[in-house]
């Protein structure tokens, strides 16, 4: 009898052992499905917040990092950056005896935002704005000279000096070089920590980089982002898992092509017509994949144009145009019309210049310097000590190796040129050096018609000029996706699931895929400063997240009680000899007696 009823048991055992099996094999499943603490962080996008998130993350402790460009080498319109990144009460103002604060420059971005940004997001914004400066300085960037660009109250774009020889360093290339020869150090001290490779790979190694590399789309397993399927420079397809993804992918200056483009959809019919200062890669992937997965968009309409994109003399109709960078105007180059006379503020608000541009400034003939190809153009001047303020290896590249400049002995050569009165040229610069005049060693802030206050620099009639030619251009996008306010005061930046009415778990976003800090006008100076300071707030988070699974919080909280419960087990099986291990048993009542069903044994009691 003993030997039937252990039969039985044994029958019983079996069953609820491959019932119990098929349910744990669901939840394999499911494990290998949610997102898990040791899974991989993947950054979409090369530029500078990709590389800032990328750095942030290493810095952190995430067991892999894999970051991915579509490009051959990393970069992006960050790479391109020429005029520097907004900070305030950072040392080199101090050095420089420049007065500022957080308050004035909250107030400045507000206001060239139209008071439509994202108040939090802007506070962020300032008050990471020197530990930004910081954090570039650290990995080798010299940030020791400073801007007045276009909206600001006081001077606080951060630059890189140029060298009175040799050649010089654009800012956002430098800041580029610098952080990549931060990253190649860490390769250098842990080769397996960060590897430079074209394949999907990536099961053993630390850090990853993969580029001519696009993604396709976010993978999701129910509320939790779990990777991306990309497509590689050989066409083949493939999917990356991660516990978290961090979009970088910039905005999308660029997208005018495709059936979903972004700018079809929002920017208008006026944008369209206009070039570009971005490269091919600005197509708001980042922005296309999340808002199929429902993430919110926010201020999609609001696209900046730049007044001043050079025109190329030797390809006057190119779709895309190389900045003319604000600093050429902050230090002290005048903007003319067609007909020889000023007619704006040559720093005011970039859309307040463009709309003055547009209105006063009619298209070019081919004669004059190759001609504007029928936009409408100003002419942007510079005499020698505009462009010694500016650093005169930096203009030599735009007026010798891009050939961008044409220099005229006088202002009566240039009133030739154009073909108008050489009279209103003279009295163009009598007026406007009356204002220098008034404005030298006075604190009192003198504004012209215009409202200037800032007057850098005289022209004189008989002196050399340097003139380009600009036209307005798409430059940036200030609408993306939708980071939750209030998980960003927490030193968070996850994107905001529209449908869900909360954020995806898993998705973070930072640079100009973002939306809601800049409001209806970027301030010059701030992209930069957007990609530091949230590349590493969604860096930081990204690497510290540790998802909570329902079923596993369940499972962590019974093992929490069994330890709690063991040493009383321990005594009420301490004849067994596996008593130390963790046990599973059951008690069956029937006519035979009591039988207790344990992992290692069964007992038929009397």
């Known amino acids: 009898m003993r030997l039937l009823a252990a039969s039985l048991l044994l029958l019983i055992i079996g069953f609820t052992a491959t019932v119990m099996a098929a349910h744990n094999d669901?939840?394999?499943?499911?494990?290998?499905?949610?997102?898990?603490?040791?899974?991989?962080?993947?950054?979409?996008?090369?530029?500078?917040?990709?590389?800032?998130?990328?750095?942030?993350?290493?810095?952190?402790?995430?067991?892999?990092?894999?970051?991915?460009?579509?490009?051959?080498?990393?970069?992006?319109n960050s790479a391109k950056?020429?005029?520097?990144?907004?900070?305030?009460?950072?040392?080199?103002?101090?050095?420089?005896?420049?007065?500022?604060?957080?308050?004035?420059?909250?107030?400045?971005?507000?206001s060239a935002g139209d008071r439509e940004n994202d108040e939090g997001l802007v506070d962020v914004l300032v008050e990471e704005s020197a530990s930004a400066i910081e954090f570039l300085e650290e990995a080798g960037v010299d940030l020791g000279d400073i801007n007045l660009c276009g909206g600001h109250s006081v001077p606080r774009t951060h630059w890189i000096p140029s060298p009175k020889e040799?050649?010089?360093?654009?800012?956002?290339?430098?800041?580029?070089?610098?952080?990549?020869?931060?990253?190649?150090?860490?390769?250098?001290?842990?080769?397996?920590?960060?590897?430079?490779?074209?394949?999907?790979?990536?099961?053993?190694?630390?850090?990853?980089?993969?580029?001519?590399?696009?993604?396709?789309?976010?993978?999701?397993?129910?509320?939790?982002?779990?990777?991306?399927?990309?497509?590689?420079?050989?066409?083949?397809?493939?999917?990356?898992?991660?516990?978290?993804?961090?979009?970088?992918?910039?905005?999308?200056s660029a997208d005018k092509g495709e059936d979903t483009s972004l700018l079809v959809e929002f920017a208008g019919a006026d944008k369209l017509r206009l070039p570009t200062t971005n490269g091919p890669f600005a197509r708001g992937d980042g922005v296309k994949m999340a808002r199929a997965m429902g993430a919110k968009v926010i201020g999609m309409d609001r696209v900046q144009v730049h007044p001043t994109a050079f025109v190329d003399p030797a390809a006057p109709s190119a779709p895309t145009k190389f900045l003319a960078a604000e600093a050429l105007r902050g230090k002290g180059a005048l903007l003319l019309?067609?007909?020889?006379?000023?007619?704006?503020?040559?720093?005011?608000?970039?859309?307040?210049?463009t709309a003055r541009i547009q209105k006063e400034c009619a298209a070019l003939p081919d004669g004059f310097q190759g001609g504007s190809a029928g936009a409408p153009a100003a002419l942007l001047v510079m005499n020698e000590r505009a462009i010694d303020a500016f650093g005169r290896p930096a203009f030599t590249f735009y007026a010798v190796v891009k050939k961008f400049f044409k220099k005229y002995e006088n202002a009566d050569a240039l009133a030739t040129a154009l073909d108008v009165d050489p009279a209103v040229i003279k009295k163009t610069f009598t007026t406007y050096n009356e204002f220098v005049t008034k404005s030298a060693g006075s604190k009192v802030r003198t504004k012209d018609a215009f409202e200037k206050t800032v007057f850098p620099v005289s022209f004189e009639e008989k002196e050399p000029l340097h003139v380009a030619l600009i036209t307005p251009a798409i430059h940036y996008t200030m609408g993306g996706l939708q980071i939750n306010k209030k998980l960003i005061i927490d030193f968070q930046a996850e994107v905001f699931n529209e449908f869900m009415g909360k954020p995806f778990k898993g998705l973070f976003a930072a640079g100009e895929v973002a939306g809601g800090v800049h409001g209806a006008n970027r301030l010059a100076g701030n992209s930069l400063l957007e990609c530091v300071v949230f590349g590493r707030i969604a860096g930081k988070t990204a690497a510290e997240r540790q998802h909570e699974i329902p079923w596993l919080s369940n499972r962590r909280e019974k093992k929490r009680r069994d330890q709690e419960d063991r040493p009383q087990r321990r005594r009420h099986h301490e004849a067994s000899a596996h008593c130390g291990q963790r046990r599973t048993t059951r008690r069956v009542v029937g006519q035979y007696g009591e039988i207790t069903v344990a992992d290692d044994s069964i007992t038929v009691a009397e």
């Not at 950056?81 to 080199?92: E, F, L, Q, R």
């Not at 580029?176 to 053993?204: G, R, W």
Request: positive net charge.
């Open 26 to 76: 669901e939840k394999g499943r499911a494990r290998r499905k949610a997102p898990a603490p040791e899974e991989p962080v993947i950054v979409v996008g090369g530029g500078l917040a990709g590389l800032s998130a990328t750095l942030e993350t290493v810095k952190h402790g995430a067991t892999k990092v894999i970051l991915i460009d579509s490009e051959k080498s990393l970069g992006g």
């Open 81 to 110: 950056a020429s005029s520097g990144i907004n900070a305030c009460n950072t040392p080199t103002q101090e050095r420089m005896g420049i007065e500022d604060s957080t308050d004035k420059f909250r107030a400045d971005t507000m």
């Open 166 to 252: 040799g050649k010089p360093i654009p800012v956002g290339f430098g800041i580029i070089s610098a952080l990549k020869k931060k990253i190649e150090a860490i390769q250098k001290e842990d080769p397996e920590k960060i590897t430079l490779i074209m394949e999907v790979h990536y099961n053993v190694l630390k850090e990853i980089i993969l580029l001519e590399t696009r993604v396709l789309g976010l993978v999701s397993w129910n509320e939790f982002i779990t990777g991306v399927r990309v497509k590689g420079a050989d066409g083949k397809s493939a999917e990356i898992s991660g516990k978290a993804v961090v979009l970088t992918t910039g905005g999308f």
């Open 337 to 353: 019309s067609p007909k020889g006379v000023r007619f704006a503020n040559e720093l005011g608000r970039r859309d307040y210049v």
